[in-house]
């Protein structure tokens, strides 16, 4: 086994940790509180050429692994969630689906843009009515003289605001009068089709977060994403690497709060000598970075499984899994070491625990991660 980074992922990890201290987390508290969406910053990120970063360079992209894209999302949400879960979705969720089961025509019509980083990505699954419950979806697609028209709502979309297209699934009539659900790519400017942005969240504010609203859109037959049918199969495939993308977010976001912490605890100084100095508060700093490595190292090794073309769900949800639950424990010490500042939104701890809590959700809950792996483990 080799634990060492290649030099194109030091690289690509150097760079982005320079571009997140530059280019991010100056204005990240500003942007949660006035809920402003990082914008220009996803246009530097595709001038630089990361909005394609694991895709094929044929159709605009970099080429590069997925550790190489774990390595980004963590170093963006270090500094700031919002931007690091708009930095995943678009790739691992509103990319991957067209890379794996898009036609040639497809890639080249859709996937450029999401490289080129002039249209983000979006994936629409979830449901008012089928959240854990993917398989309870209710949007219609129907055949059409001309293609198909979809009838329906999807909720907690993300990035969907700034996409021009969305892969989205719906029922279908099949033959002998069985339903399956199929995989459809769709403009956001079609006739019928609404994008609504007014969730008021818990945390990720400058992320965008949609409900959408598709009355009797009419799309062309060669809209169809993949195979007619298979479009949840397709989708349980786009979240094992989604997972992958959220585990690298968590660890992120709980990297960057026990930093905080540690300088906190270097400077703050209690009866007499730093925090740092008190065994209670050193435990605290010790388990903190234990887990983060130890969750880092399965996101890198979930990962490195999905490079080899080898099977990798059990290792996408534990990763997923072990990695937003240890956040959660990172950031809750992380507030309790900053005592009464860190309740307070100057002190950015506050909103780190905010936002790791839908790592704990997105992609699939804790439960739904649980209910995976002890299938893939014989139970």
Not at 65 to 88: H, K, N, Q, W
Not at 174 to 203: C, L, Q, R, W
């Amino acid at each position: 086994m080799n634990y060492d980074l290649t030099a194109e992922q030091l690289m690509i990890r150097n760079m982005m940790r320079d571009f997140a201290d530059g280019e991010v987390a100056p204005e990240a508290d500003e942007r949660d509180r006035n809920k402003e969406f990082p914008l220009e910053i996803m246009k530097k990120l595709g001038k630089l050429g990361m909005m394609g970063l694991p895709f094929e360079e044929e159709y605009g992209g970099a080429g590069a692994d997925t550790i190489s894209f774990a390595i980004a999302v963590e170093e963006l949400s270090r500094v700031c969630a919002s931007t690091g879960i708009t930095y995943s979705a678009h790739i691992s969720l509103g990319g991957a689906p067209l890379s794996l089961f898009g036609t040639k025509e497809q890639k080249r019509e859709f996937l450029v843009p999401i490289c080129e980083g002039t249209s983000l990505g979006a994936f629409g699954l979830t449901e008012p009515g089928a959240g854990s419950d993917a398989g309870g979806t209710i949007t219609k697609g129907t055949r059409t003289e001309n293609g198909w028209s979809i009838t329906g709502s999807k909720c907690f979309i993300t990035n969907a605001s700034y996409a021009k297209f969305v892969a989205l699934t719906a029922k279908t009539e099949m033959t002998g009068s069985s339903k399956e659900i199929t995989a459809f790519i769709v403009p956001t400017d079609a006739s019928g089709f609404e994008v609504i942005s007014n969730y008021h969240k818990m945390g990720l504010h400058s992320s965008n977060t949609t409900e959408l609203v598709l009355d009797h859109v009419e799309i062309a037959e060669d809209a169809v994403l993949g195979k007619i049918g298979e479009g949840f199969k397709q989708f349980l495939v786009t979240l094992d690497g989604g997972r992958i993308g959220i585990g690298a977010m968590a660890v992120g976001i709980a990297q960057g709060a026990y930093e905080l912490a540690l300088k906190y605890a270097k400077e703050r100084m209690q009866f007499g000598r730093s925090l740092s100095k008190f065994q209670v508060i050193q435990h605290k700093l010790a388990d903190m970075a234990m887990e983060i490595e130890l969750a880092r190292t399965y996101v890198y090794k979930a990962a490195w499984l999905k490079d080899q073309n080898r099977k990798y769900t059990t290792e996408a949800s534990i990763c997923k899994l072990y990695a937003s639950e240890m956040a959660m424990r990172v950031c809750s010490q992380a507030v309790q070491i900053h005592g009464g500042w860190g309740y307070m939104h100057d002190y950015k701890v506050e909103r780190m625990f905010r936002d790791c809590k839908l790592a704990e959700i997105g992609e699939g809950t804790s439960e739904i991660q649980r209910n995976i792996i002890s299938r893939e483990i014989g139970c």
